[in-house]
């Protein structure tokens, strides 16, 4: 792996991410004029507003805050169709990393860097489902589309790519796989900061649980791990304790300033700075994370408290206990499992079973579902998967949508 400034200050210090870009924004209630008829999406303020963009990123950095969030959440190219400005998909993202850079450049001294994170969104789409209008994107689409916003970013001069709020783990999965992918990525090498959004019950939007997450990701090219948005850090606590109890990877937690609530037609964020630094506080004291931060609802108020909060405080030693896991969408499973041994259901193939190879000449998908959930009932911690006849050459096909289907239909890998 290269060298990279910000994972070698990871392995010193703590780091305090930015607080919202999108509420500040918000909460000022501009002129449909400051966005020159694309009202609503808050990224193209780097073009027609650079001034407010250089100083809410200037407020943030005066509070002690560590690393900036460009302005583009929504700067891929599906987000910037909806406003018909993808064409202009580099400018935007280049012009909001020259801006960040040149903030944090002026603030950073030898002993103090401050760094730039090149802030990447979800699509929109939910490429795991068969929704008729969300899930109707592939997979070699989202690299391509995180590609070219990822290129751009890194040419603007940002450090790390965050990706981040992800919600659907084949996306996360296709946006790493952009931003390394030889043809597409950027010709400087950046470490990548994945962070997913859990809801309060502790899973991702499509059931996928934080062990998933991490299985998946931590055998991927991603140096920090973490979560973001939705809640409150109350809501993060069992997931962030069990990332650090279980990968050596840096870990993050850039929570909400509570949930939101609805107050006169309005979301207000009702966790005050020092509640919440507390909160943060601990998890570094107690669990050892690496990196803090605020998301929706934060001002630099609750960045400052941050700031000052792990001044005086030593984060844990991590001891992780390491476990070979496999992962579905939706749960990882131990390859060590006691009692011994791990069973794999052989019979979702065609050449373990008599039946699946008639369902599978049949094209008879519920049928194939069916018998995969029965081998999860009969005990089977994983399945061993397989569509292959002589008698059709739509192999491939076939296999993308039975685990297309298994992935929405049973829980094991």
């Given amino acids: 792996m290269p060298s990279s400034r910000y994972l070698q200050e990871l392995q010193r210090r703590v780091l305090v991410f930015d607080g919202a870009f999108g509420t500040t924004v918000q909460a000022m209630e501009l002129s449909p004029e400051n966005f020159a008829g694309h009202d609503g999406l808050n990224d193209y303020l780097v073009i027609t507003r650079p001034d407010l963009a250089e100083s809410i990123h200037r407020s943030y950095l005066e509070t002690g805050a560590d690393v900036l969030e460009t302005w583009t959440f929504s700067g891929n190219r599906l987000k910037l169709a909806e406003y018909g400005v993808e064409n202009e998909l580099y400018t935007i993202n280049v012009t909001a990393a020259q801006i960040a850079r040149r903030v944090a450049d002026s603030f950073s001294t030898p002993d103090h860097p401050r760094f730039v994170a090149g802030s990447m969104g979800p699509t929109g789409m939910l490429p795991s489902t068969d929704d008729p209008t969300l899930g109707q994107i592939t997979f070699d689409e989202i690299v391509a589309i995180y590609g070219e916003q990822a290129q751009a970013l890194v040419e603007g001069g940002c450090d790390l790519l965050l990706l981040e709020t992800s919600q659907d783990l084949l996306e996360l999965k296709a946006a ?189 998908y519920d049928g194939m579902v069916s018998i995969a959930r029965q081998q999860v009932e009969d005990g089977a911690h994983a399945l061993d998967v397989s569509v292959a006849v002589t008698e059709r050459d739509d192999e491939q096909q076939q296999m993308e949508i039975l685990v297309k289907r298994l992935a929405a239909s049973v829980e094991v890998p």
């Fill in 176 to 364: 790493i796989a952009g931003i390394t992918r030889p043809d597409l990525a950027a010709g400087r090498w950046v470490p990548i900061q994945a962070q997913v959004t859990l809801d309060t019950t502790g899973r991702m939007l499509l059931g996928t649980d934080i062990s998933a997450a991490m299985a998946t990701l931590q055998a991927l090219p991603v140096q920090i791990i973490g979560l973001n948005c939705s809640t409150g850090p109350e809501h993060m606590r069992d997931p962030i304790r069990y990332l650090c109890s279980h990968t050596n990877l840096f870990i993050s937690c850039i929570p909400n300033a509570g949930i939101p609530l609805n107050i006169n037609g309005r979301a207000v964020y009702p966790q005050q700075p020092d509640e919440m630094a507390g909160i943060l506080a601990e998890f570094v004291r107690d669990y050892g994370v690496n990196i803090i931060g605020g998301c929706c609802g934060t001002t630099p108020a609750h960045i400052q408290a941050m700031v000052q909060r792990i001044r005086t405080i030593t984060p844990a030693s991590r001891q992780p206990e390491i476990t070979p896991l496999l992962a579905s969408a939706m749960r990882a499973t131990p390859l060590h499992q006691e009692p011994r041994p791990l069973i794999a259901g052989e019979r979702v193939n065609t050449n373990g079973s008599r039946r699946m190879k008639r369902l599978v000449l049949a094209s008879d």
